[in-house]
Protein backbone atom coordinates (compact mmCIF):
# COMPACT_ATOMS: atom_id res chain seq x y z
CA UNK A 1 0.00 0.00 0.00
CA UNK A 2 1.71 3.54 -1.09
CA UNK A 3 1.59 5.75 2.14
CA UNK A 4 0.51 9.54 1.75
CA UNK A 5 0.83 12.43 4.16
CA UNK A 6 0.45 16.38 4.05
CA UNK A 7 1.57 18.10 6.16
CA UNK A 8 -0.54 21.19 6.48
CA UNK A 9 -4.46 20.73 7.02
CA UNK A 10 -5.54 24.41 5.99
CA UNK A 11 -8.07 25.17 3.43
CA UNK A 12 -6.22 22.95 -0.17
CA UNK A 13 -4.36 19.94 2.50
CA UNK A 14 -7.69 18.76 3.63
CA UNK A 15 -10.09 18.43 0.66
CA UNK A 16 -7.35 17.67 -1.67
CA UNK A 17 -6.22 14.52 0.23
CA UNK A 18 -9.98 14.00 1.18
CA UNK A 19 -10.58 13.53 -2.27
CA UNK A 20 -7.46 11.50 -3.06
CA UNK A 21 -8.06 9.20 -0.16
CA UNK A 22 -12.04 8.84 -2.01
CA UNK A 23 -10.70 8.20 -5.30
CA UNK A 24 -7.91 5.95 -4.20
CA UNK A 25 -9.09 2.86 -1.31
CA UNK A 26 -5.72 1.55 -1.48
CA UNK A 27 -3.92 4.65 -0.70
CA UNK A 28 -3.58 5.72 3.03
CA UNK A 29 -3.98 8.95 2.92
CA UNK A 30 -2.61 10.78 6.77
CA UNK A 31 -3.08 14.77 6.84
CA UNK A 32 -0.67 16.20 9.86
CA UNK A 33 -0.99 19.83 11.26
CA UNK A 34 0.67 21.10 13.69
CA UNK A 35 -2.56 23.11 15.27
CA UNK A 36 -4.06 20.83 17.29
CA UNK A 37 -7.49 22.48 17.49
CA UNK A 38 -7.61 21.96 13.37
CA UNK A 39 -6.80 18.62 13.20
CA UNK A 40 -9.69 17.80 16.58
CA UNK A 41 -11.64 19.50 14.13
CA UNK A 42 -11.02 17.29 11.71
CA UNK A 43 -11.62 14.58 13.67
CA UNK A 44 -15.12 15.63 14.43
CA UNK A 45 -18.74 16.40 12.84
CA UNK A 46 -17.70 20.03 12.72
CA UNK A 47 -14.78 20.46 10.01
CA UNK A 48 -12.72 23.47 10.32
CA UNK A 49 -13.53 24.90 7.09
CA UNK A 50 -17.15 25.04 5.20
CA UNK A 51 -16.83 24.33 1.27
CA UNK A 52 -19.81 22.51 -0.09
CA UNK A 53 -19.83 18.72 -0.61
CA UNK A 54 -16.75 18.49 1.67
CA UNK A 55 -18.36 16.79 4.64
CA UNK A 56 -19.73 14.03 2.74
CA UNK A 57 -16.18 13.00 1.07
CA UNK A 58 -14.74 13.16 4.37
CA UNK A 59 -17.56 10.50 6.02
CA UNK A 60 -17.06 8.36 3.23
CA UNK A 61 -13.05 7.52 4.04
CA UNK A 62 -12.20 9.17 7.46
CA UNK A 63 -11.06 6.05 9.44
CA UNK A 64 -10.72 3.75 6.29
CA UNK A 65 -7.74 5.54 4.34
CA UNK A 66 -8.18 8.75 5.78
CA UNK A 67 -6.89 10.01 8.91
CA UNK A 68 -6.20 13.47 10.56
CA UNK A 69 -3.41 13.47 13.21
CA UNK A 70 -0.96 15.89 15.29
CA UNK A 71 1.49 13.14 15.19
CA UNK A 72 3.77 14.71 12.22
CA UNK A 73 7.00 13.46 12.30
CA UNK A 74 5.87 9.43 12.97
CA UNK A 75 3.65 9.97 9.72
CA UNK A 76 6.08 11.47 7.71
CA UNK A 77 8.61 8.88 8.52
CA UNK A 78 6.32 6.38 7.32
CA UNK A 79 5.00 8.18 4.23
CA UNK A 80 6.75 7.21 0.53
CA UNK A 81 5.15 10.54 -0.88
CA UNK A 82 4.88 13.60 1.31
CA UNK A 83 2.56 16.24 0.06
CA UNK A 84 3.52 19.83 1.36
CA UNK A 85 0.70 22.23 1.82
CA UNK A 86 1.41 24.76 4.79
CA UNK A 87 1.11 28.86 4.04
CA UNK A 88 3.44 30.80 2.27
CA UNK A 89 2.28 34.10 3.28
CA UNK A 90 3.63 37.29 2.44
CA UNK A 91 6.55 38.35 4.17
CA UNK A 92 5.77 41.32 6.84
CA UNK A 93 9.24 42.42 7.97
CA UNK A 94 13.08 42.41 6.78
CA UNK A 95 14.17 41.56 3.12
CA UNK A 96 11.39 42.03 0.75
CA UNK A 97 8.55 42.75 3.23
CA UNK A 98 5.00 43.52 1.94
CA UNK A 99 5.99 41.90 -1.06
CA UNK A 100 7.99 38.36 -1.07
CA UNK A 101 6.64 35.09 0.15
CA UNK A 102 7.63 34.19 3.58
CA UNK A 103 9.22 30.54 3.24
CA UNK A 104 9.73 29.76 7.10
CA UNK A 105 7.08 26.83 7.05
CA UNK A 106 7.90 25.49 4.44
CA UNK A 107 11.49 25.71 5.27
CA UNK A 108 10.63 24.34 8.81
CA UNK A 109 8.57 21.29 7.18
CA UNK A 110 11.96 20.54 4.75
CA UNK A 111 14.31 20.36 7.69
CA UNK A 112 11.56 18.01 9.41
CA UNK A 113 11.23 15.87 6.66
CA UNK A 114 14.97 15.76 6.39
CA UNK A 115 15.37 14.61 10.27
CA UNK A 116 13.01 11.72 10.72
CA UNK A 117 13.47 10.05 7.12
CA UNK A 118 14.57 6.54 6.78
CA UNK A 119 13.40 5.82 3.87
CA UNK A 120 13.62 7.49 0.33
CA UNK A 121 10.36 9.69 -0.60
CA UNK A 122 8.99 11.79 -3.14
CA UNK A 123 8.30 15.70 -1.66
CA UNK A 124 5.15 17.22 -3.26
CA UNK A 125 5.32 20.89 -3.33
CA UNK A 126 1.50 21.70 -3.16
CA UNK A 127 1.73 25.19 -1.59
CA UNK A 128 2.15 28.50 -3.95
CA UNK A 129 5.90 28.60 -4.02
CA UNK A 130 8.47 31.52 -5.69
CA UNK A 131 9.80 29.59 -8.94
CA UNK A 132 13.12 27.76 -7.58
CA UNK A 133 11.84 27.10 -4.53
CA UNK A 134 12.30 22.95 -5.09
CA UNK A 135 15.84 24.10 -5.36
CA UNK A 136 16.05 25.17 -2.09
CA UNK A 137 14.27 22.46 -0.75
CA UNK A 138 16.45 20.23 -2.26
CA UNK A 139 19.57 21.61 -0.85
CA UNK A 140 17.99 21.89 2.34
CA UNK A 141 16.96 17.74 2.09
CA UNK A 142 20.15 16.69 0.51
CA UNK A 143 22.52 18.73 3.03
CA UNK A 144 20.61 16.65 5.44
CA UNK A 145 19.43 13.79 3.61
CA UNK A 146 21.83 10.96 5.48
CA UNK A 147 22.62 9.02 2.21
CA UNK A 148 18.52 8.95 1.75
CA UNK A 149 17.39 10.16 -2.11
CA UNK A 150 14.60 12.99 -2.04
CA UNK A 151 12.83 13.80 -5.45
CA UNK A 152 11.39 17.37 -4.95
CA UNK A 153 8.31 17.90 -7.43
CA UNK A 154 6.17 20.58 -7.85
CA UNK A 155 2.21 19.92 -7.96
CA UNK A 156 0.41 23.23 -7.41
CA UNK A 157 -3.19 23.16 -6.49
CA UNK A 158 -5.71 25.47 -8.53
CA UNK A 159 -9.11 24.56 -6.75
CA UNK A 160 -11.46 28.06 -5.88
CA UNK A 161 -12.79 27.93 -1.84
CA UNK A 162 -16.55 27.08 -2.66
CA UNK A 163 -16.26 24.91 -5.56
CA UNK A 164 -13.17 22.91 -4.13
CA UNK A 165 -14.81 19.68 -4.09
CA UNK A 166 -16.21 20.12 -7.72
CA UNK A 167 -12.62 21.29 -8.85
CA UNK A 168 -10.99 18.21 -7.31
CA UNK A 169 -13.28 15.48 -8.97
CA UNK A 170 -13.10 17.40 -12.59
CA UNK A 171 -9.60 19.59 -12.89
CA UNK A 172 -9.11 21.18 -15.66
CA UNK A 173 -5.35 19.99 -15.28
CA UNK A 174 -3.28 18.58 -13.04
CA UNK A 175 0.35 19.41 -13.43
CA UNK A 176 3.38 18.27 -12.82
CA UNK A 177 6.92 19.51 -12.55
CA UNK A 178 10.14 17.62 -11.65
CA UNK A 179 13.59 16.96 -12.74
CA UNK A 180 14.31 15.66 -16.01
CA UNK A 181 16.45 13.24 -14.96
CA UNK A 182 15.52 9.36 -15.13
CA UNK A 183 14.96 9.30 -10.81
CA UNK A 184 12.82 12.76 -11.53
CA UNK A 185 10.42 11.26 -14.89
CA UNK A 186 10.30 8.00 -12.17
CA UNK A 187 8.95 10.46 -9.52
CA UNK A 188 6.34 12.10 -11.92
CA UNK A 189 5.03 9.18 -12.79
CA UNK A 190 4.45 7.73 -9.39
CA UNK A 191 2.58 11.32 -9.06
CA UNK A 192 0.78 10.36 -12.04
CA UNK A 193 -0.22 7.16 -11.10
CA UNK A 194 -1.81 8.52 -8.17
CA UNK A 195 -3.58 11.05 -10.19
CA UNK A 196 -4.77 8.72 -12.63
CA UNK A 197 -7.42 6.96 -10.69
CA UNK A 198 -9.93 9.85 -11.64
CA UNK A 199 -8.29 12.13 -13.86
CA UNK A 200 -8.13 11.43 -17.48
CA UNK A 201 -4.43 11.12 -19.10
CA UNK A 202 -4.83 14.27 -21.35
CA UNK A 203 -5.50 16.30 -18.45
CA UNK A 204 -2.41 15.91 -16.35
CA UNK A 205 0.40 18.00 -17.33
CA UNK A 206 4.05 17.37 -16.72
CA UNK A 207 6.62 20.27 -17.37
CA UNK A 208 9.87 21.02 -15.67
CA UNK A 209 10.20 21.91 -12.03
CA UNK A 210 10.32 25.55 -12.64
CA UNK A 211 7.33 25.93 -15.34
CA UNK A 212 5.35 24.39 -12.92
CA UNK A 213 6.20 26.65 -10.04
CA UNK A 214 5.76 30.02 -12.31
CA UNK A 215 2.32 28.31 -14.18
CA UNK A 216 0.71 28.67 -10.66
CA UNK A 217 1.84 32.13 -10.26
CA UNK A 218 0.90 33.24 -13.27
CA UNK A 219 -2.50 31.62 -13.76
CA UNK A 220 -3.35 33.19 -10.36
CA UNK A 221 -2.03 36.56 -12.07
CA UNK A 222 -4.23 36.28 -15.09
CA UNK A 223 -7.03 35.72 -13.31
CA UNK A 224 -6.82 38.56 -11.25
CA UNK A 225 -5.90 41.18 -14.06
CA UNK A 226 -9.43 39.85 -15.61
CA UNK A 227 -11.15 40.71 -11.92
CA UNK A 228 -8.93 44.15 -12.15
CA UNK A 229 -9.63 44.47 -16.23
CA UNK A 230 -13.25 44.97 -15.54
CA UNK A 231 -13.36 46.85 -12.38
CA UNK A 232 -11.09 49.08 -14.55
CA UNK A 233 -14.21 49.28 -17.10
CA UNK A 234 -16.38 49.29 -14.33
CA UNK A 235 -15.41 52.71 -12.99
CA UNK A 236 -15.35 54.09 -16.74
CA UNK A 237 -18.86 52.74 -16.99
CA UNK A 238 -20.24 54.65 -14.23
CA UNK A 239 -18.69 58.04 -15.42
CA UNK A 240 -20.02 57.37 -19.02
CA UNK A 241 -23.43 55.80 -18.86
CA UNK A 242 -22.21 52.31 -20.13
CA UNK A 243 -23.53 49.07 -17.70
CA UNK A 244 -20.48 46.65 -17.11
CA UNK A 245 -22.72 43.97 -17.57
CA UNK A 246 -23.82 44.36 -20.90
CA UNK A 247 -20.03 45.57 -21.46
CA UNK A 248 -18.24 42.22 -20.11
CA UNK A 249 -21.07 40.16 -21.98
CA UNK A 250 -19.85 41.18 -25.22
CA UNK A 251 -16.28 41.24 -24.49
CA UNK A 252 -17.08 37.67 -23.18
CA UNK A 253 -18.72 36.17 -26.35
CA UNK A 254 -15.57 36.72 -28.10
CA UNK A 255 -14.47 33.35 -28.21
CA UNK A 256 -10.73 34.28 -27.62
CA UNK A 257 -11.62 36.18 -24.57
CA UNK A 258 -14.53 33.49 -23.22
CA UNK A 259 -17.58 34.72 -21.01
CA UNK A 260 -15.70 33.29 -17.06
CA UNK A 261 -14.54 35.81 -14.26
CA UNK A 262 -15.62 39.04 -15.48
CA UNK A 263 -17.75 39.86 -13.24
CA UNK A 264 -17.37 43.50 -12.14
CA UNK A 265 -16.81 43.90 -7.85
CA UNK A 266 -16.13 45.16 -5.08
CA UNK A 267 -12.47 43.59 -5.73
CA UNK A 268 -11.05 40.78 -5.02
CA UNK A 269 -9.98 38.67 -1.88
CA UNK A 270 -9.22 35.28 -1.01
CA UNK A 271 -5.38 34.51 1.08
CA UNK A 272 -4.20 33.98 -3.14
CA UNK A 273 -4.44 36.22 -5.58
CA UNK A 274 -2.93 39.55 -3.99
CA UNK A 275 -0.17 37.32 -1.70
CA UNK A 276 1.02 35.48 -5.38
CA UNK A 277 1.02 38.50 -7.36
CA UNK A 278 3.14 40.45 -4.97
CA UNK A 279 5.20 37.22 -4.87
CA UNK A 280 5.46 37.70 -8.53
CA UNK A 281 6.34 41.39 -8.65
CA UNK A 282 8.71 40.83 -5.85
CA UNK A 283 10.52 37.51 -8.24
CA UNK A 284 10.56 40.19 -11.52
CA UNK A 285 12.52 43.09 -9.78
CA UNK A 286 15.37 40.14 -8.16
CA UNK A 287 15.27 39.23 -11.96
CA UNK A 288 15.59 42.53 -13.01
CA UNK A 289 12.95 43.45 -14.93
CA UNK A 290 11.11 46.24 -12.94
CA UNK A 291 8.75 46.54 -16.04
CA UNK A 292 7.14 43.66 -16.22
CA UNK A 293 6.93 44.22 -12.06
CA UNK A 294 5.08 47.49 -12.60
CA UNK A 295 3.10 45.92 -15.01
CA UNK A 296 1.62 43.37 -12.57
CA UNK A 297 1.69 45.24 -9.77
CA UNK A 298 -1.13 47.37 -11.52
CA UNK A 299 -3.54 44.81 -11.29
CA UNK A 300 -3.18 45.34 -6.88
CA UNK A 301 -3.46 49.14 -7.38
CA UNK A 302 -6.56 48.86 -9.25
CA UNK A 303 -7.89 46.27 -6.59
CA UNK A 304 -7.25 49.15 -3.98
CA UNK A 305 -8.50 51.42 -6.00
CA UNK A 306 -11.30 49.84 -6.54
CA UNK A 307 -12.24 49.16 -2.65
CA UNK A 308 -11.60 52.65 -2.05
CA UNK A 309 -13.92 53.96 -4.68
CA UNK A 310 -16.57 52.04 -3.15
CA UNK A 311 -15.62 53.83 0.08
CA UNK A 312 -15.90 57.16 -1.28
CA UNK A 313 -19.23 56.81 -3.33
CA UNK A 314 -20.59 55.57 0.20
CA UNK A 315 -19.61 58.33 2.30
CA UNK A 316 -19.96 61.12 -0.87
CA UNK A 317 -23.69 59.98 -1.77
CA UNK A 318 -24.60 60.45 2.46
CA UNK A 319 -23.94 63.90 2.40
CA UNK A 320 -20.04 63.30 2.27
CA UNK A 321 -20.37 62.20 5.89
CA UNK A 322 -21.44 58.43 7.54
CA UNK A 323 -20.45 59.88 10.95
CA UNK A 324 -22.39 57.76 13.74
CA UNK A 325 -25.05 56.67 11.33
CA UNK A 326 -25.48 52.53 10.91
CA UNK A 327 -24.58 51.17 8.11
CA UNK A 328 -25.41 47.43 7.49
CA UNK A 329 -22.76 45.09 5.98
CA UNK A 330 -24.38 41.87 4.44
CA UNK A 331 -21.77 39.92 3.15
CA UNK A 332 -17.98 39.28 4.99
CA UNK A 333 -16.64 36.25 3.63
CA UNK A 334 -14.53 37.15 -0.13
CA UNK A 335 -16.87 35.14 -1.85
CA UNK A 336 -20.02 33.08 -1.80
CA UNK A 337 -19.74 29.40 -0.18
CA UNK A 338 -16.84 29.66 1.74
CA UNK A 339 -16.41 31.31 5.77
CA UNK A 340 -12.92 32.64 4.80
CA UNK A 341 -12.37 35.84 5.27
CA UNK A 342 -8.49 35.95 4.28
CA UNK A 343 -8.03 39.59 2.23
CA UNK A 344 -11.81 39.54 1.52
CA UNK A 345 -12.84 42.97 0.52
CA UNK A 346 -15.26 43.44 3.20
CA UNK A 347 -12.30 44.30 5.52
CA UNK A 348 -10.87 47.28 3.31
CA UNK A 349 -14.11 48.68 2.86
CA UNK A 350 -15.15 48.09 6.63
CA UNK A 351 -11.97 50.33 7.43
CA UNK A 352 -12.51 52.46 5.29
CA UNK A 353 -16.35 53.58 6.48
CA UNK A 354 -14.46 53.19 10.29
CA UNK A 355 -12.30 55.75 9.51
CA UNK A 356 -15.18 58.00 8.38
CA UNK A 357 -17.01 57.07 11.85
CA UNK A 358 -19.57 54.50 11.02
CA UNK A 359 -21.38 52.26 13.01
CA UNK A 360 -21.58 49.20 11.22
CA UNK A 361 -24.24 46.26 11.96
CA UNK A 362 -22.70 43.05 10.00
CA UNK A 363 -24.01 39.97 8.60
CA UNK A 364 -22.74 36.89 7.26
CA UNK A 365 -24.16 33.50 6.70
CA UNK A 366 -20.90 31.53 7.57
CA UNK A 367 -18.84 34.23 9.17
CA UNK A 368 -18.26 34.40 13.29
CA UNK A 369 -18.13 37.53 15.35
CA UNK A 370 -14.74 37.22 16.78
CA UNK A 371 -13.35 36.67 13.33
CA UNK A 372 -14.88 39.96 11.83
CA UNK A 373 -13.74 41.33 15.26
CA UNK A 374 -9.94 39.86 14.73
CA UNK A 375 -10.07 40.65 10.75
CA UNK A 376 -10.84 44.03 11.48
CA UNK A 377 -8.09 44.51 14.27
CA UNK A 378 -5.54 42.95 12.26
CA UNK A 379 -2.53 44.69 10.84
CA UNK A 380 -2.48 44.48 7.06
CA UNK A 381 -0.44 40.54 6.15
CA UNK A 382 -0.66 39.95 10.07
CA UNK A 383 -3.57 37.55 9.49
CA UNK A 384 -1.20 34.51 7.59
CA UNK A 385 0.97 34.85 10.59
CA UNK A 386 -0.40 33.28 14.16
CA UNK A 387 2.64 34.03 15.68
CA UNK A 388 2.24 37.68 15.94
CA UNK A 389 -1.65 38.24 15.59
CA UNK A 390 -1.70 41.32 17.91
CA UNK A 391 -4.80 43.00 17.51
CA UNK A 392 -4.51 47.11 17.12
CA UNK A 393 -7.35 48.21 19.03
CA UNK A 394 -9.94 45.86 19.85
CA UNK A 395 -11.68 48.24 22.06
CA UNK A 396 -12.53 50.84 19.39
CA UNK A 397 -13.21 47.70 16.81
CA UNK A 398 -15.96 46.86 19.22
CA UNK A 399 -17.32 50.11 20.09
CA UNK A 400 -18.04 50.66 16.15
CA UNK A 401 -19.09 47.18 15.01
CA UNK A 402 -22.06 44.78 15.84
CA UNK A 403 -22.51 41.61 14.32
CA UNK A 404 -25.80 39.77 13.66
CA UNK A 405 -27.62 36.77 13.24
CA UNK A 406 -29.19 38.06 10.49
CA UNK A 407 -29.61 40.32 7.33
CA UNK A 408 -32.86 41.98 9.06
CA UNK A 409 -31.51 42.67 12.45
CA UNK A 410 -28.39 43.81 10.91
CA UNK A 411 -30.42 46.40 8.97
CA UNK A 412 -33.32 47.30 11.13
CA UNK A 413 -32.99 51.44 11.57
CA UNK A 414 -29.69 51.60 9.06
CA UNK A 415 -29.38 54.06 7.07
CA UNK A 416 -27.57 52.34 4.16
CA UNK A 417 -26.93 48.61 3.13
CA UNK A 418 -23.54 47.49 1.78
CA UNK A 419 -23.29 44.16 -0.18
CA UNK A 420 -19.84 42.77 -0.57
CA UNK A 421 -20.54 39.23 -0.97
CA UNK A 422 -22.60 37.57 -3.11
CA UNK A 423 -24.72 34.67 -0.95
CA UNK A 424 -27.60 33.92 -2.70
CA UNK A 425 -29.61 34.73 0.09
CA UNK A 426 -29.46 38.34 -0.47
CA UNK A 427 -31.09 37.92 -3.79
CA UNK A 428 -34.49 37.07 -1.85
CA UNK A 429 -34.59 39.11 1.07
CA UNK A 430 -37.92 40.58 1.33
CA UNK A 431 -36.83 44.10 0.72
CA UNK A 432 -40.05 46.37 1.47
CA UNK A 433 -40.04 45.15 4.74
CA UNK A 434 -36.12 46.17 4.84
CA UNK A 435 -36.96 49.95 3.55
CA UNK A 436 -39.63 50.16 6.12
CA UNK A 437 -37.21 49.68 8.91
CA UNK A 438 -34.66 51.87 7.99
CA UNK A 439 -33.50 55.20 7.79
CA UNK A 440 -34.70 57.36 5.12
CA UNK A 441 -32.94 58.21 2.26
CA UNK A 442 -32.17 54.59 1.99
CA UNK A 443 -29.20 53.78 0.56
CA UNK A 444 -28.41 50.35 -1.09
CA UNK A 445 -24.67 50.51 -2.61
CA UNK A 446 -24.50 46.61 -4.21
CA UNK A 447 -20.70 46.05 -4.38
CA UNK A 448 -21.69 42.55 -6.33
CA UNK A 449 -24.22 43.22 -8.51
CA UNK A 450 -27.05 40.76 -7.04
CA UNK A 451 -29.99 42.89 -6.18
CA UNK A 452 -32.30 44.15 -8.89
CA UNK A 453 -31.35 47.62 -8.50
CA UNK A 454 -34.56 48.47 -10.72
CA UNK A 455 -37.09 47.03 -8.31
CA UNK A 456 -35.07 48.41 -5.53
CA UNK A 457 -35.85 52.20 -6.72
CA UNK A 458 -39.70 51.95 -6.94
CA UNK A 459 -39.62 50.87 -3.54
CA UNK A 460 -37.97 54.02 -3.06
CA UNK A 461 -34.17 53.19 -2.01
CA UNK A 462 -31.62 55.19 -3.72
CA UNK A 463 -29.51 52.14 -5.48
CA UNK A 464 -25.38 52.17 -6.45
CA UNK A 465 -24.99 49.14 -8.69
CA UNK A 466 -21.18 48.34 -9.41
CA UNK A 467 -21.11 49.68 -12.95
CA UNK A 468 -24.03 50.45 -13.70
CA UNK A 469 -25.61 54.26 -15.06
CA UNK A 470 -26.19 55.99 -11.85
CA UNK A 471 -29.04 57.58 -10.62
CA UNK A 472 -30.16 61.34 -10.04
CA UNK A 473 -29.29 61.62 -6.56
CA UNK A 474 -25.69 59.58 -7.44
CA UNK A 475 -24.88 61.89 -9.71
CA UNK A 476 -24.99 65.05 -8.15
CA UNK A 477 -23.05 63.25 -5.42
CA UNK A 478 -19.91 62.67 -6.89
CA UNK A 479 -17.31 60.69 -5.18
CA UNK A 480 -14.08 62.29 -5.21
CA UNK A 481 -11.36 59.81 -5.91
P1 LIG B 1 -3.93 27.26 5.50
O1 LIG B 1 -3.37 28.34 6.33
O2 LIG B 1 -5.41 27.03 5.50
O3 LIG B 1 -3.25 25.86 5.92
C1 LIG B 1 -1.89 25.71 6.15
C2 LIG B 1 -1.71 24.80 7.36
O4 LIG B 1 -0.33 24.46 7.48
C3 LIG B 1 -2.10 25.42 8.69
O5 LIG B 1 -3.12 24.65 9.30
C4 LIG B 1 -0.79 25.41 9.52
O6 LIG B 1 -1.01 25.14 10.90
C5 LIG B 1 -0.04 24.27 8.86
N1 LIG B 1 1.40 24.33 9.07
C6 LIG B 1 2.25 25.39 8.92
N2 LIG B 1 3.51 25.01 9.16
C7 LIG B 1 3.47 23.69 9.48
C8 LIG B 1 4.48 22.72 9.83
N3 LIG B 1 5.77 23.06 9.85
N4 LIG B 1 4.07 21.47 10.13
C9 LIG B 1 2.78 21.11 10.09
N5 LIG B 1 1.79 21.98 9.76
C10 LIG B 1 2.14 23.24 9.45
O7 LIG B 1 -3.42 27.50 4.01
P2 LIG B 1 -4.11 27.03 2.64
O8 LIG B 1 -5.15 27.99 2.24
O9 LIG B 1 -4.45 25.59 2.75
O10 LIG B 1 -2.90 27.23 1.64
C11 LIG B 1 -1.77 26.39 1.69
C12 LIG B 1 -0.93 26.68 0.44
O11 LIG B 1 -1.69 26.39 -0.74
C13 LIG B 1 -0.48 28.12 0.31
O12 LIG B 1 0.79 28.16 -0.27
C14 LIG B 1 -1.49 28.71 -0.67
O13 LIG B 1 -0.97 29.79 -1.41
C15 LIG B 1 -1.76 27.55 -1.59
N6 LIG B 1 -3.07 27.54 -2.24
C16 LIG B 1 -4.19 27.92 -1.56
C17 LIG B 1 -5.44 27.87 -2.19
C18 LIG B 1 -6.71 28.27 -1.46
O14 LIG B 1 -7.74 28.36 -2.10
N7 LIG B 1 -6.69 28.50 -0.17
C19 LIG B 1 -5.54 27.41 -3.50
C20 LIG B 1 -4.38 27.02 -4.16
C21 LIG B 1 -3.15 27.09 -3.52
C1 LIG C 1 -8.28 31.51 -6.70
C2 LIG C 1 -8.11 30.81 -8.05
O1 LIG C 1 -9.34 30.91 -8.78
C3 LIG C 1 -7.74 29.35 -7.85
O2 LIG C 1 -7.50 28.73 -9.12
C4 LIG C 1 -6.49 29.27 -7.00
O3 LIG C 1 -6.15 27.93 -6.76
C5 LIG C 1 -6.68 30.01 -5.67
O4 LIG C 1 -7.09 31.36 -5.93
P1 LIG C 1 -10.17 31.59 -4.84
O5 LIG C 1 -9.40 32.75 -4.34
O6 LIG C 1 -10.54 30.50 -3.90
O7 LIG C 1 -9.36 30.88 -6.04
O8 LIG C 1 -11.53 32.10 -5.50
P2 LIG C 1 -11.90 32.81 -6.89
O9 LIG C 1 -13.16 32.22 -7.36
O10 LIG C 1 -10.79 32.84 -7.84
O11 LIG C 1 -12.24 34.32 -6.43
C6 LIG C 1 -11.25 35.20 -5.96
C7 LIG C 1 -11.85 36.57 -5.75
O12 LIG C 1 -12.19 37.18 -6.99
C8 LIG C 1 -13.12 36.57 -4.91
O13 LIG C 1 -13.13 37.66 -4.03
C9 LIG C 1 -14.21 36.73 -5.96
O14 LIG C 1 -15.39 37.30 -5.45
C10 LIG C 1 -13.53 37.65 -6.94
N1 LIG C 1 -14.09 37.59 -8.31
C11 LIG C 1 -14.07 36.41 -9.00
C12 LIG C 1 -14.62 38.74 -8.89
O15 LIG C 1 -14.64 39.80 -8.28
N2 LIG C 1 -15.13 38.66 -10.17
C13 LIG C 1 -15.11 37.50 -10.89
O16 LIG C 1 -15.57 37.52 -12.04
C14 LIG C 1 -14.57 36.34 -10.28
Sequence with gaps: MVKICCIGAGYVGGPTMAVIALKCPKIEVVVVDISVPRIT?????TLPIYEPGLDDVVKQCRGKNLFFSTDVEKHVHEADIVFVSVNTPTKTRGLGA???????????AARMIADVSKSDKIVVEKSTVPVKTAEAIEKILTHNSKGINFQILSNPEFLAE???????FKPDRVLIGGRETPGGQKAIQALKDVYAHWVPEGNIITTNLWSAELSKLAANAFLAQRISSVNAMSALCEATGANVTQVAYAVGKD?????????ASVGFGGSCFQKDILNLVYICECNGLPEVAEYWKQ???????????FVNRVVASM???VSNKKVAILGFAFKKDTGDTRET??????????GDNAKLSIYDPQVQEDQIQRDLSMKKFDWDHPLHLQPMSPTSVKQQVTVSMDAYGAIKDA???????????????DFQKIYDNMQKPAFIFDGRNVVNADKLREIGFIVYSIGKPLDAWLKDMPAVA
Design 162 to 168: GTAIEDL
Design 41 to 45: AWNSD
Design 98 to 108: GKAADLTYWES
Design 255 to 263: SRIGPKFLN
Design 345 to 354: PAIDVCKGLM
Design 319 to 321: FNT
Design 299 to 309: VIKINDYQKSR
Design 415 to 429: HAVCILTEWDEFKTL
